[in-house]
C-alpha cells in the first residue's frame, strides 16, 4: 500500500498531464477518425473505413468555397492587423506620450468586450454608414478584434528585448535604420510571428462575430453551423484534421528551427 501511495505522489504531475491532454484531444481523435467514415451525408454513425473523403474533400456542396473565404479573410485579416499592432506595441512600448496609459488599457477592451455585444455593435454601426455586409465587413471586424491580441503579443516581446544590444549597434555606427532592421526585427520576429499566427486562429475560427456581420458570404465556421443541423459531412472533418495537422507542423517546425538556432549560437 505504501509501495502504491508513493509511486502515486510521484507521478501525481503525469497523471495529470495524461488525463488533460487526453481531454483536449479526444475531440481532435473524434475529427480524424469521422473524417474517413464512409459517410455522404449525416456523419454522426460510422459507416466503414474510406479515403474517397481524402481524396475529394470538396465533394460536400460549398464547402471548398467557404474554405477559400475564411483562408482569403484570414490571410488579409492577419496582415493588417499584424502590421497595426506591430506599429501600437512599438508606440506604447518604447515611447512615452500623453495619454499612453489610456490607449494601453482601451487595447484590452475587444478582448474583454463578448463577441455577440461586439458582433452586433459592428452590424448596427455598418447599416447606419449604408455599408452592406460582406466581405470587407468581416475583414474589418476581424482587424478590430485581432489587433489587440497582436498589440500584447508583440508589446511582451519588446518588454522583454535587452535595449543593451541595440545601443552596441549605434556604439558600432549602426543608424536608427540599420540597427532596427539587423537587431531589433531579428529579435522581435519570433513574437510578431507568433502574433500573426494567434491573429490567424483566431480569425479562421470566428463564428459569432462573423455571423453578424458575414451577409451572404459564407465561411468555414458558417458553413460548419449551419450543417451541423442536418447532419456534418465527412469533408468538413477533412478540413478540420488537414488544418490541425498543418498547424501542427508549423508549430514543430518553429520549435526544430528554434532549437537549430539556439544551438548554433
Known amino acids: 500500500m505504501k509501495t502504491a501511495t508513493r509511486w502515486f505522489s510521484r507521478n501525481l504531475i503525469r497523471i495529470y498531464a495524461v488525463l488533460g491532454f487526453t481531454y483536449l484531444f479526444i475531440p481532435v481523435l473524434y475529427t480524424f477518425v469521422f473524417s474517413f467514415n464512409n459517410s455522404t451525408k449525416s456523419n454522426l454513425v460510422w459507416r466503414g473505413f474510406t479515403f474517397n473523403n481524402w481524396r475529394n474533400p470538396c465533394g460536400a456542396p460549398d464547402v471548398c468555397n467557404a474554405l477559400g473565404n475564411s483562408l482569403k479573410i484570414g490571410l488579409l485579416s492577419t496582415a493588417i492587423a499584424t502590421l497595426l499592432g506591430t506599429l501600437i506595441a512599438f508606440a506604447i512600448g518604447r515611447y512615452a506620450f500623453k495619454g499612453r496609459s489610456l490607449v494601453n488599457m482601451l487595447i484590452f477592451l475587444p478582448m474583454a468586450t463578448p463577441e455577440i455585444v461586439m458582433g452586433a455593435s459592428l452590424l448596427t454601426m455598418f447599416l447606419n454608414f449604408g455599408i452592406n455586409p460582406g466581405f470587407a465587413t468581416i475583414v474589418i471586424a476581424h482587424v478590430m478584434f485581432c489587433i489587440s491580441f497582436v498589440v500584447v503579443t508583440v508589446k511582451a516581446r519588446i518588454a522583454s528585448l535587452d535595449p543593451r544590444l541595440e545601443q552596441a549597434a549605434m556604439d558600432l555606427y549602426a543608424d536608427e535604420r540599420e540597427t532596427f532592421r539587423r537587431v531589433t526585427l531579428p529579435l522581435l520576429a519570433p513574437g510578431i510571428a507568433g502574433?500573426?499566427?494567434?491573429?490567424?486562429?483566431?480569425?479562421?475560427?470566428?463564428?459569432?462575430?462573423?455571423?453578424?456581420?458575414?451577409?451572404?458570404?459564407?465561411?468555414?465556421?458558417?458553413?460548419?453551423?449551419?450543417s451541423a443541423q442536418r447532419g456534418l459531412p465527412p469533408q468538413a472533418n477533412v478540413i478540420g484534421a488537414s488544418m490541425f495537422i498543418i498547424a501542427l507542423g508549423v508549430v514543430l517546425l518553429g520549435q526544430f528551427v528554434g532549437r537549430r538556432r539556439n544551438g548554433a549560437i
Not at 502574433?195 to 460548419?224: E, H, Q, R, W, Y
Request: glycine letters at 4%.
Open 195 to 226: 502574433a500573426a499566427l494567434l491573429a490567424f486562429s483566431l480569425s479562421f475560427d470566428d463564428f459569432i462575430i462573423t455571423n453578424f456581420n458575414s451577409g451572404n458570404v459564407n465561411t468555414f465556421p458558417k458553413f460548419v453551423y449551419i
